[in-house]
């Protein structure tokens, strides 16, 4: 038996909340401070009064299955409900057990086929009883059951709020206040003092406020007091009338989207019809940024869009200028095409159609670019050609937004994020600062969560909780010797267990190691790099731990200015954690630089943050993005409440106030539309699909489908609305990113063992890692009479094509190294690494091929087995796949191939094999189809440094081979 007390969160823990859905419980209660939370209903009816009487029923029904023909539902339900009855009144079980139970048991309302039982006299009578009868209790089942998560919510909501008191007290304690407390405590200080709100109204003659539609209720009470005249007080907002000539607002209804910070349309509506009682409305109809075609398209389009009355034509100030076309529909069909086959009844995957969107607005920003097109310029009014930097993406959420980049990137077009995507406010630069705190101060308990919760430790909030409950603490360095037995499960709470060790040990380490080290350390015992490589926009998010490395060590070097100037944490680790605390808060660091940098850039951005900009092109994207309702909290501002939710847990009535906040919502959505499509001065485009007969589901739709119906009438006969088959773009040269066994840097003494010379071979590796090569240092596998791309060949082998072009070499080289290093590391099956290693946007065909060439590759390491060549010796320091290496001090056999101005050769050995006598073999794979000779001409001088470093560290004879994955050779170097 589970004892439980109501009174206490195991309740509702059991009845199946977590303690994310208390965290954001109190985020919800404290987002409206000025409404009073609803406490849910408690039980409507009773579980085990439904349970007795569903058994009876139940037990009456199934009497009659023999004189019921046929398979009934009816009786198949009923039966269900017996079969589970011992469990259902067990008196061993508590209320959770059995609603548990009760819960997804079948009672329908619509069981029973009246045919079957009427079969037989007696049964077809009874039948006439029964089904009713068990319909009633579907409904009083529904109720016990939605009664009794109602009173668990209770519950979490009563903790929530004592929570939010105890964060209100500390802020009292610490006489801190936020923005929200400012504008309560202004509030009551003019509601309370007659005296004091006198004074402050007769500092202010006049009072204009912009944006009107976007104030929240405290602000808009706030702001009804002070207009008013300086001796008078309502009672209530809505009698506040504002004194003639004190209060002058500007606002648009359609241009009302932040619903979610409190802003309130019925309140703004309010609010005008207060200020009409004194004043007069004037309706501002110009538009001075677009021309006059994208105005005339913004009439007819949210005249449909927009609820009936709420939209008000606009007229252009600009002269109409040329008819060119102000709206481009691009086709996704044939980029959708050129993608390869999806699914034929499904339909693209939301991935696959971001691809598309993202390839059709690069195939027609090249064509627009380059002098192809011209907007006038907005400063001397002289056309000039389009740039990068005159496009704007405008997204609903950032969701899908790193396809785009990503997909923009390969295409060669510039593009940067703005507004919340700083540096310092990248995901993974937030997950780690909370570990620097907690290994610098075992004391603060909030970082030390923080860090727990990261993915660098992955504990769970359970296991955060029995920790609590026993230790009463979350010091890393507390002995847990006195938990008592069974608080702590030793397999549930394993990764709980392995922090705590890992930070303890950190922690005694950052007494004599410097704090970049200690960063570097946090990666290699988390294995985070690997862990954030594996993840969605992986290459981004390593080069920007790997940038954090970087500035830490910047940081590091200032120390001795620092210290010199006083600072009594110049150099240490809670120095270098408040150090990034401070530029987190500042936002001042550009994110990493892997898309192109200097001149202009696309700028991809939310409708939300581009609100009040313009743009001369405005591109809207992420068609099939579609919001999904995740509200905890609903306002009703007519009673003065807020209902909540938890995930699991809701108030009886929830659906109903959801069905009506949806709507609100889906109205706002609408509004976003208008507001994006006004960004533009010149230029909007669309994604759509010309295949398509019927509006779909996406935010976009609406405008979507509106412009394709617009195309379709005579207006747009001249030009305004224009389809587009967006050409191909060309595709630039990526940045493949092989990920390798281990990705942070190796330890000092693999370092020795590779190069014999610990500061030397530092170094290299440093240059590595940033990729920011000395002019002294270079790549070994750039050696050799060709330098660029691996030339194709001029006869295709086997099934394999002619080389499409370099990059696409590259790309497919890149995967199949991915797939054999996998394979080495312990995987088998061919199929299976190259799905594993494969890209969403990877041209068609591309997995096809690399799993060909990783299948010849197991089959040349089936035929080296053979002759005795298997991989290296575990004592080895480093693993047999992906070896890296440096070279220093050119050997005069290397002058000839590396040239006398080289001092570093650093490169990666794709595998080394050992037999039984010692002897090491080093292979490098090659996908290309080149003939034999000229794989010995290309790589001669790298497989000739890969042998000079292997044999001077090993003493053992090395030689070398190339594997030729397409023709299945071994070619001796």
Request: with cysteine; aromatic share 6%; hydrophobic share 40%.
């Amino acid at each position: 038996m589970r004892a439980s007390t109501e009174s206490t969160l195991q309740g509702p823990l059991l009845a199946g909340a977590g303690l994310g859905s208390l965290r954001d419980l109190v985020k919800a209660v404290l987002r409206f401070p000025d409404l009073e939370t609803e406490m849910p209903g408690e039980g409507f009816e009773s579980i085990d009064d439904v349970i007795g009487d569903l058994l009876d029923t139940a037990r009456e029904i199934v009497g009659f299955a023999d004189q019921v023909k046929g398979r009934d539902t009816l009786i198949g339900q009923a039966s269900e409900v017996i079969s589970r009855a011992a469990a259902l009144t067990d008196p061993a079980s508590d209320i959770h057990d059995r609603a548990g139970i009760l819960g997804p048991l079948k009672v329908g309302a619509t069981a029973g086929a009246k045919t079957k039982w009427e079969k037989d006299e007696e049964a077809g009578i009874a039948f006439g009883r029964l089904k009713p009868a068990w319909g009633g209790l579907s409904g009083r089942k529904k109720a016990a059951i939605a009664g009794y998560e109602s009173t668990m919510l209770r519950i979490m909501v009563e903790i929530a709020e004592e929570i939010g008191a105890i964060f209100r007290r500390r802020k009292e304690e610490m006489g801190a206040l936020d923005f929200d407390d400012l504008l309560l405590a202004t509030e009551r200080l003019l509601e309370s003092d007659d005296g004091i709100a006198r004074e402050i109204k007769e500092q202010y003659r006049c009072i204009l406020i912009d944006e009107f539609q976007d104030t929240d209720p405290i602000q808009a009470r706030i702001v009804m007091r002070l207009a008013e005249a300086p001796e008078v007080r309502a009672e209530t907002l809505a009698e506040a009338v504002p004194a003639e000539g004190r209060l002058f607002l500007v606002g648009d209804t359609n241009q009302s989207i932040y619903r979610f910070r409190r802003a309130d349309l019925a309140l703004f509506r309010q609010v005008r019809e207060q200020v009409l009682k004194a004043g007069t409305e004037a309706r501002l109809a110009v538009n001075f940024r677009s021309r006059p075609g994208l105005v005339n398209l913004a009439n007819r389009l949210f005249r449909d869009i927009l609820p009936e009355g709420d939209y008000h034509d606009l007229s252009a100030w600009r002269d109409e200028g040329d008819s060119a076309p102000v709206v481009s529909l691009l086709d996704l069909d044939p980029v959708l095409e050129r993608m390869g086959p999806g699914d034929e009844e499904r339909g693209p995957k939301t991935d696959d159609l971001r691809i598309a969107e993202a390839r059709a607005l690069a195939g027609w920003i090249e064509s627009r670019i380059a002098g192809r097109m011209h907007i006038p310029d907005r400063e001397s009014g002289e056309d000039r050609p389009l740039d990068y930097g005159d496009i704007a993406i405008l997204v609903r959420t950032y969701t899908g937004v790193r396809i785009f980049e990503r997909e923009l990137e390969r295409y060669g077009i510039p593009c940067r994020l703005t507004r919340g995507r700083e540096f310092f406010h990248r995901l993974e630069i937030v997950q780690t600062i909370p570990v620097l705190r907690a290994l610098a101060d075992p004391s603060d308990e909030v970082a030390i969560v923080a860090a727990l919760r990261s993915p660098y430790f992955g504990v769970s909030d359970e296991s955060l909780v029995r920790l609590a409950a026993s230790a009463g603490s979350f010091s890393y360095l507390e002995d847990l010797a006195a938990v008592p037995d069974g608080h702590l499960d030793p397999e549930e709470d394993a990764p709980l267990l392995v922090a705590r060790e890992i930070l303890a040990d950190l922690h005694h380490d950052t007494s004599f190691m410097a704090p970049s080290e200690v960063l570097r350390a946090i990666f290699d015992r988390t294995r985070a790099l690997p862990l954030h490589a594996l993840k969605p926009d992986g290459e981004r998010r390593m080069a920007n731990l790997l940038k954090l490395l970087d500035i830490a060590g910047a940081w590091e070097e200032a120390a001795t200015t620092l210290a010199g100037a006083g600072a009594a944490e110049a150099g240490t680790l809670p120095g270098l954690a408040r150090y990034l605390e401070k530029q987190q808060q500042a936002a001042v660091e550009e994110e990493s630089g892997l898309v192109g940098e200097g001149g202009g850039a696309v700028t991809i951005m939310t409708i939300h943050s581009a609100k009040g900009l313009e743009f001369p092109v405005v591109a809207l994207l992420d068609r099939s993005y579609s919001p999904t309702f995740k509200d905890t909290a609903i306002p009703d501002r007519e009673q003065g409440t807020v209902a909540v939710r938890d995930a699991r847990l809701k108030p009886y009535d929830w659906p109903d106030r959801k069905s009506a906040e949806e709507e609100e919502q889906d109205r706002e959505g609408k509004r976003m539309l208008y507001v994006a499509f006004t960004r533009a001065r010149e230029h909007v485009v669309v994604c759509s699909r010309s295949s398509e007969v019927e509006a779909g589901k996406g935010f976009l739709q609406p405008l979507e489908y509106g412009l394709r119906k617009l195309a379709e009438e005579e207006m747009s006969e001249g030009g305004l609305v224009e389809w587009v088959s967006p050409p191909e773009p060309e595709q630039v040269e990526l940045r493949h990113h092989r990920l390798p066994r281990d990705l942070t840097a190796p330890t000092d003494e693999e370092i020795m063992v590779a190069v014999g010379h610990r500061e030397e071979a530092r170094t290299a590796w440093r240059q590595v890692v940033k990729q920011a090569w000395l002019s002294r240092a270079a790549r070994a596998s750039g050696l050799g009479r060709w330098q660029g791309d691996e030339p194709g060949s001029e006869e295709s082998g086997g099934d394999f094509p002619i080389e499409r072009s370099s990059w696409y070499a590259k790309l497919r080289g890149t995967r199949v190294h991915e797939a054999m290093e996998l394979l080495l590391s312990g995987e088998a099956n061919a199929g299976e690494v190259c799905r594993l290693v494969a890209d969403p946007a990877d041209p068609a065909g591309l997995e096809d091929e690399c799993r060909q060439l990783v299948e010849n590759g197991l089959a040349l390491m089936e035929t080296a087995g053979s002759e005795g060549w298997l991989p290296m010796a575990a004592e080895w320091p480093m693993a047999a796949a992906e070896w890296p290496m440096a070279v220093t001090d050119i050997p005069d056999e290397l002058i000839s191939f590396a040239g006398t101005d080289i001092s570093v050769l650093t490169g990666t050995a794709d595998l080394i094999l050992e037999n039984a006598s010692g002897d090491l073999l080093i292979v490098d794979y090659k996908t290309g189809i080149i003939s034999n000779g000229a794989l010995k001409d290309r790589y001669q001088g790298q497989l000739m440094a890969y042998r000079m470093l292997l044999t001077g560290v090993s003493g053992r004879p090395v030689s070398s081979e190339i594997w030729a994955l397409s023709t299945s050779e071994r070619v001796t170097i």
